[in-house]
Structure formats: C-alpha cells, structure tokens
C-alpha cells in the first residue's frame, strides 16, 4: 500500500491537470483524462470478474452446479460479436436480456409509476388548509394542461390551444427546476474538490490549512 | 458578447466557490419537510432492527451523496439500528466499507457481522433488486469479503424485505432511487427513504408527494440539512456557503446575459429600421 501523502498528491495533481481544460485544451489535461479512462476500464473488468463471474459462475459450477452451464453458453455467444459469420448468435443472449429487463421495466413502470402516479394526482380539490387547497390546485391544472400539450390528435387551436400554452409554461417551469438542480449538482462537484485541495490534501502532510 | 471570453466566468465561479470555503459565512440551512420526512422515518424504527443501505453510487458523485451516507448512517447507528449495506453499483462497495467503518466502528463502536455488514455488489440491477425481495441470503451469499452470510449473526432471521423496518437508498443514477421504487417499494411496499444527486431530485420529488417515497434528501443542500438535523457538522454544512454563493453568481450571470441579449436584439432592430 502506498503512504496517503503520495496517493493524495498524486489525486491532487491530476484534479488540477483536469481543471486546466478550463483554461484551455493542453496535452496534461489530455494525459489525465486517458489515465482516468483507462483506469475506469480496468477497474470495472476487475470487479465484474471478481464480484460477478468467479461467485455466481464460475466457482458454483467447478463445485457441480451444472445447472449453471447454460448462463454459461449464453455468455459465450455473446463473444460471436466478435465474427462476422457466427454474430448472429449473440441474438439469443441479447434476446433474453432484453426480454427480462422489458419485462421488469414494464411491470415496475405500471406498478410504480402509472397507477401510483394516477392516484396521486387524484386530489380533493378543496383540502384542510388554503395553501393545500391551492397547491392542489396547481398540481391538477399543471398535470392536464401538460397532458393537453402533448395530445397531437387535434390542432392546438381555441381552448385547447391556450391549455397547450398553459402547459408549454408549466413544463418551462419544470425545466428551470431541472436547471437549478443541475446546477447545483456541478456547483457540489467543485466544492468537493476544492475541499480536497484545501483540507483532505494538505492533512495528508499533517497541515490544517482551513478548520 | 460575442467576443467575450468565458473563462471569466470560470474565474468569478472559482472564487465565489473558494472563498466561502476559507472564510465561512454561516449562512442559515432552512430544513425541507422532505428531509424532515425522512428523518422522522428513521426515528420511528426501533432500536434493534435493521434497516437494509443501499449505497448506489460511485466515487464521480462523491461530494454530493457521501455526505447523505455519513448523516444517515449517523442517524441510524446512533439509535442502534442495524446496518445492512449492499450496492448495485462496482464502484461503491470501498464507499460503503469507508463510511460504515468510519461512522460504526470508529464513532459509535460497531461491531462488523453483528451491528453492521457490507454485502458488497452484485451484477443484475433491478433483477437484483427483485431477488433481494425473494431472499436476501440467496442474492448475497457472501459479504464483501467473501464470508459467507450465515456466519454472520446480524443476519440471522433476515430472509427477505419483510425482515427489515426500512430501505434508505442514495443514488446517483441508474440503477438507483427509481428503480428501488418501481420494482421494490411498490411490489414489496417497503418503507423507503432516498437520498440522491441534485440531477434526478426533480423526477423523484413526484415520488414523495404520492407517498411512495416518506423522504428525500436532493444533492449537497438534502446532505447538509440532514446533517443539521442529526447535529452533525460534516462537509456538506461546510459547502453550502459556497454552493449559496455560487448559485448567486450564476443568478447574476443569468441576469446580466439576458440584459445584454435584448440590448444587442433591440439596437440590432434599430439598425435594421
């Protein structure tokens, strides 16, 4: 293992190496972005081959679980990728995963989203309080009015019209809410590094430079 | 504003976002009735049973939802729940280790195996968690370091989902808090609390307004008022003079772009007429 203070000055070097893009496109930036690339990749085959392949396949069948073998040709004919002539093959593996991930997808959509989402927006429309009552309000009138706007049957003239362009603001307000979040996603990410920078690097070398 | 150079506002961002972190302001964290949700929902566990951790997430999320991790395993651990942690993610099983031994073993003197266990990932996502549903031992027959689970004593009697008081889940993606609703929380109609990026707070807010949710903790702000309201001052208290700031400079820069833009669109009319 190596000492924390080699390991935090080098994570250290290649954060700033990657905050030099912002300055402008430099070979250091792009040394740093293919070691992390190419370390992404090797972590992840790591992990899949010992978290996944050695425990659930490969081990439990050298111990005679045979039942295993088919997983075990259905991930090989995944490799016929590789063959112009047997590609084909991987149809099947592929087959079978998207056919259980569309499955589950479906079943969870209805169940957690469909359904569960109808019946919340089945509001009183007059509640306990005032600020309850209006934001019921606002909730049913947001849900049909962006309902209305992507309802491309008929053309969007008249009352419809004005729903649609009542739900166009509703989804604009949406997508400002998405944009603050997101900002403040990348304004979180900075901090992080600089907090490593300002605290976790220098007390790698036992220095406190902010308390 | 054509010719104008953007790494200005790079530099501005850079020092709104350090300063605040060399000379904190203290600026009031106001708690959201969606963290409170998910506060009181631990609250209600009884101290001894377990809670299952699904730690979603890996090191390029880590400022925002490690925080989330640290409060809410103090929160957990300071009542003596029990923690079973586990992750659908590869790169989040040493994220799970670091935060479970940081905050059981060295703050509240957990014992590994018997307060708290590291199941470590699994490869299948949402057929994974569709398993854990059925047995738990069956999905995870061994922890991360590959101990069998019917070694441990904090499993023992755990079976399946009927067997833990609640889920907390923090999530950064896919697979992650959707998913845990979706194939989980309205099939097995488990107790489930989420943290996740401030990126998919705004799809999963609609989650705790039908109730499917009882709490949600969205990015570094959801952190920090968790951590105000476990009386933990972690980094997520210490960012947010900084992400105020930020925010503020952004909203400035916001202001001023569309200032200039209808300047520019308006002189441009005049010129033309």
């Known amino acids: 293992m190596l000492p924390s203070p080699f390991l935090h000055t080098m994570a250290a070097l290649l954060t700033i190496a990657i905050f030099s893009f912002l300055y402008k496109d430099n070979p250091v930036y792009k040394f740093a972005e293919h070691v992390f690339v190419g370390i992404a990749?090797?972590?992840?085959?790591?992990?899949?081959?010992?978290?996944?392949?050695?425990?659930?396949?490969w081990k439990p069948l050298l111990a005679g679980d045979y039942k295993l073998v088919v997983p075990f040709l259905l991930g090989v004919l995944m490799f016929s990728r590789f063959t112009v002539r047997?590609?084909?093959?991987?149809?099947?593996?592929?087959?079978?995963?998207?056919?259980?991930?569309?499955?589950?997808?479906?079943?969870?959509?209805?169940?957690?989203?469909?359904?569960?989402?109808?019946?919340?927006?089945?509001?009183?429309?007059?509640?306990?309080?005032?600020?309850?009552?209006f934001t019921n309000w606002v909730v049913i009138i947001g849900v049909l009015a962006t309902l209305v706007y992507f309802f491309f049957s008929k053309e969007h003239k008249g009352a419809l019209g004005a729903s649609a362009k009542l739900g166009i603001w509703f989804l604009?307000?949406?997508?400002?809410?998405?944009?603050?979040?997101?900002?403040?996603?990348?304004?979180s990410l900075l901090v992080g590094r600089l907090l490593f920078l300002l605290v976790d690097w220098p007390a790698s070398f036992g220095i406190e430079l902010i308390h | 504003m054509e010719g104008f150079d953007r790494r200005y506002v790079f530099v501005v961002i850079l020092l709104v976002v350090l300063i605040p972190l060399l000379?904190?302001?203290?600026?009031?964290?106001?708690?959201?009735?969606?963290?409170?949700?998910?506060?009181?929902?631990?609250?209600?566990?009884?101290?001894?049973?377990?809670?299952?951790?699904?730690?979603?997430?890996?090191?390029?999320?880590?400022?925002?939802?490690?925080?989330m991790s640290y409060a809410t395993l103090n929160h957990l651990f300071s009542r003596d729940i029990k923690v079973v942690g586990a992750c659908l993610w590869p790169g989040g099983p040493p994220l799970l280790e670091e935060v479970?031994?940081?905050?059981?073993?060295?703050?509240?003197?957990?014992?590994?195996?018997?307060?708290?266990?590291?199941?470590?990932?699994?490869?299948?996502?949402?057929?994974?968690?569709?398993?854990l549903g059925k047995s738990i031992p069956g999905t995870f027959p061994a922890d991360f370091?590959?101990?069998?689970?019917?070694?441990?004593?904090?499993?023992?009697?755990?079976?399946?989902?009927?067997?833990?008081?609640?889920?907390?889940?923090?999530?950064?993606?896919?697979?992650?808090?959707?998913?845990?609703?979706?194939?989980?929380?309205?099939?097995?109609?488990?107790?489930?609390?989420?943290?996740?990026?401030?990126?998919?707070?705004?799809?999963?807010y609609p989650y705790y307004q039908s109730g499917q949710l009882v709490g949600l903790l969205g990015g570094l702000a959801g952190?920090?008022?968790?951590?105000?309201?476990?009386?933990?001052?972690?980094?997520?208290?210490?960012?947010?003079?900084?992400?105020?700031?930020?925010?503020?400079?952004?909203?400035?820069?916001?202001?001023?772009?569309?200032?200039?833009?209808?300047?520019?669109?308006?002189?441009?009319?005049?010129?033309?007429?």
């Open chain 1, 172 to 187: 604009m307000v949406s997508f400002g809410a998405s944009y603050g979040f997101t900002v403040m996603a990348r304004i």
């Open chain 1, 41 to 57: 990749a090797g972590y992840i085959v790591a992990i899949e081959f010992q978290n996944v392949f050695l425990p659930n396949l």
């Open chain 2, 145 to 204: 370091y590959g101990t069998p689970v019917s070694e441990l004593p904090i499993m023992d009697g755990i079976e399946d989902f009927t067997d833990v008081a609640m889920i907390v889940n923090i999530s950064a993606g896919y697979p992650g808090t959707k998913e845990w609703v979706q194939q989980v929380q309205s099939r097995f109609h488990v107790i489930l609390a989420a943290g996740c990026t401030a990126v998919s707070a705004p799809e999963y």
């Open chain 1, 86 to 133: 047997f590609n084909w093959l991987s149809r099947w593996a592929i087959g079978l995963m998207v056919g259980t991930f569309s499955g589950l997808a479906i079943i969870g959509f209805a169940q957690g989203d469909l359904v569960a989402q109808i019946q919340a927006n089945m509001l009183p429309l007059k509640a306990g309080s005032l600020i309850d009552t």
């Open chain 2, 100 to 131: 479970l031994t940081r905050v059981g073993e060295e703050k509240f003197g957990k014992k590994y195996g018997v307060d708290f266990v590291n199941l470590g990932y699994k490869e299948g996502r949402e057929v994974v968690m569709v398993s």
């Open chain 2, 223 to 273: 952190a920090a008022e968790y951590e105000k309201l476990v009386g933990v001052s972690g980094t997520a208290t210490r960012g947010m003079d900084a992400q105020s700031l930020g925010h503020l400079a952004i909203i400035v820069f916001i202001v001023i772009g569309n200032i200039l833009y209808f300047r520019s669109t308006r002189s441009r009319r005049r010129t033309r007429g």
């Open chain 2, 23 to 67: 000379a904190p302001l203290g600026l009031p964290i106001r708690v959201s009735k969606e963290v409170v949700g998910a506060y009181d929902a631990i609250e209600r566990v009884p101290p001894g049973s377990t809670v299952y951790f699904a730690c979603d997430y890996d090191p390029a999320t880590l400022p925002e939802v490690h925080p």
